[in-house]
């Protein structure tokens, strides 16, 4: 069992950025691909990025490649997204994932989810 909880979110301004973290429980950090998914109110979830367990395979859909950067430090269990020039439509509740499999999955077929934290860009 893995339990994931984000951080890092909080209110920002149009152009600003923030970093999230999400920290895993367990010693075996290093098996599982990780991704970001968000949900805006009015909108379903929608896949943010997502990187390898060995951080050799990363992915982004157009909406955030080239402002957002997902990273791992699987010492410290911790899965990290930087995101750069936010917009008011990035204002969302951010998604941790986590699954066992040695590619990465882009859809919402994660085994393990956080709770979120709250990201909100104002115009």
């Known amino acids: 069992q893995v339990q994931l909880v984000e951080s890092g979110g909080g209110l920002v301004q149009d152009g600003g950025s923030l970093r999230l973290s999400c920290v895993a429980s367990?010693?075996?950090?290093?098996?599982?691909?990780m991704a970001w998914f968000r949900q805006a109110p009015g909108k379903e979830r929608e896949f943010v990025a997502a990187?390898?367990?060995?951080?050799?395979?990363?992915y982004y859909p157009d909406s955030v490649k080239g402002r957002f950067t997902i990273s791992r430090d699987n010492a410290k269990n911790t899965v990290y997204l930087q995101m750069n020039s936010l917009k008011p439509e990035d204002t969302a509740v951010y998604y941790c994932?986590?699954?066992?499999?040695?590619?990465?999955?882009?859809?919402?077929?994660?085994?393990?989810w956080g709770q979120g934290t709250q990201v909100t860009v104002s115009s």
């Open positions: 994932a986590a699954e066992n499999t040695i590619r990465i999955i882009t859809t919402m077929t994660y085994r393990y």
């Open positions: 367990g010693r075996t950090f290093s098996i599982y691909a």
């Open positions: 990187i390898s367990r060995s951080g050799d395979i990363i």
